[in-house]
Nanobody, 125 residues
């Protein structure tokens, strides 16, 4: 049984930057779809970014486009989310997610069956 583990969360002032990391281990099959989601208190979990060999370019939520960048390391087991120009509204628990394959809207949380435990990001004014 595989698992995903996030790290890199923390507290930062508005305008600052953070880089989140996700490490995958214990998977025998390929995880072609890799994504980041976030969930603020009292709100639904929303898609932030996704990358895949099935996409010509990563897909981002409108709220983070131009500020966040999703990428993977030299080793396939690592994934990152670089967050720049952070705003207080970015405050949330951030989750790493993965799927072997999917169809339809790629930022639909129901498409992903593998999840990390989450890492907290807090942005203050």
């Amino acid at each position: 049984q595989g698992q995903l583990v996030e790290s890199g969360g923390g507290s930062v002032q508005a305008g600052g930057s953070l880089r989140l990391s996700c490490t995958a281990s214990g998977y025998t099959g390929r995880l072609y779809w890799l994504a980041w989601f976030r969930e603020a208190p009292g709100k639904e979990r929303e898609g932030v970014a996704v990358m895949s060999i099935g996409l010509s370019t990563p897909v981002y939520a409108e709220s983070v486009r131009g500020r966040f960048t999703i990428s993977r390391g030299n080793t396939s087991q690592m994934m990152y989310l670089q967050m720049n120009s952070l705003k207080p509204e970015d405050t949330a628990m951030y989750y790493c997610a993965a799927a072997n394959s999917l169809s339809g809207w790629v930022l639909d949380r129901s498409k992903y069956h593998y999840w990390g435990q989450g890492t907290q990001v807090t942005v203050s004014s």
